[in-house]
């Protein structure tokens, strides 16, 4: 177990979401004092995360895919699945500041003009001389230690979150895969995925695609 330094809640608010589908939910949101990497990262609140395991997903912010609906990657898609999916059960989705796998806006951008030469995500982030993924999940350690939530299932694709949250002392009951989101636009980007990081896709659909 790695020891982190304590972050506090430092305020919580009530915000009704409603997305372009006509779904809506009542959140609260929770920001924090003393996370580690000093970003403005929130914890988004849904239904009772006491009443039974709680369900977490630890979403990296994506302007182009959260915001804007692009389809070269599936952010968007599963940052909607996932408030419904957590308020069905009772949850927290931590929308964590770290654009681009960590690398920031303008880099993911240049990485992108990179895929459109033949290289895909994470070759594409070596050959600007950036980590293939640079998230740390120390500061998430850190917001859901303050919320109390030591155990819980987390939604995700991504071994790499589950290990590094286990390493920070944390309990993931079970590791929840998300919905498939395939575009003509990112299945190339879906595949990276799984042969270089180990996500669990369903490789033979995307192949198919």
Same mark, same amino acid.
């Given at each position: 177990m790695t020891d982190f330094p304590a972050a506090t809640p430092r305020s919580r608010v009530r915000v009704p979401l409603r997305f372009a589908d006509g779904?809506?939910? $009542?959140?609260?949101i929770v920001t924090f004092h003393g996370l580690a990497d000093?970003?403005?990262?929130?914890?988004?609140?849904?239904? $009772?995360?006491?009443?039974?395991?709680?369900?977490?997903?630890?979403?990296?912010e994506c302007l182009t895919g959260d915001v804007f609906g692009s389809a070269r990657c599936d952010c968007g898609?599963?940052?909607r699945e996932a408030v419904e999916r957590i308020a069905e059960t009772g949850g927290v989705l931590l929308y964590l500041r770290q654009e681009g796998r960590g690398i920031g806006l303008y880099n993911k951008l240049d990485a992108y003009a990179l895929q459109d030469q033949?290289? $895909?995500?994470?070759?594409?982030n070596k050959a600007l001389g950036l980590p293939e993924d640079g998230r740390d999940y120390t500061a998430a350690a850190q917001m859901l230690t303050a919320l109390d939530i030591s155990g819980f299932d987390l939604l995700?694709?991504?071994? $790499?979150?589950?290990?590094?949250?286990?390493?920070?002392?944390?309990?993931?009951?079970?590791?929840?895969?998300?919905?498939?989101?395939?575009?003509?636009?990112?299945?190339?980007?879906l595949r990276a995925k799984v042969l270089q990081t180990s996500h669990t896709l369903p490789l033979a659909?995307?192949?198919?695609g």
């Open positions: 779904y809506g939910v $009542d959140a609260e000093g970003q403005e990262h929130i914890a988004v609140v849904l239904g $009772d995360p006491g009443t039974r395991t709680p369900l977490v997903r630890l979403h990296s898609p599963q940052l033949g290289l $895909d995500t994470y070759e594409a995700s694709n991504n071994p $790499d979150k589950a290990e590094q949250l286990r390493t920070l002392g944390l309990t993931i009951h079970n590791r929840v895969p998300t919905g498939v989101f395939t575009t003509p636009h990112n299945v190339r980007y659909e995307l192949n198919a």
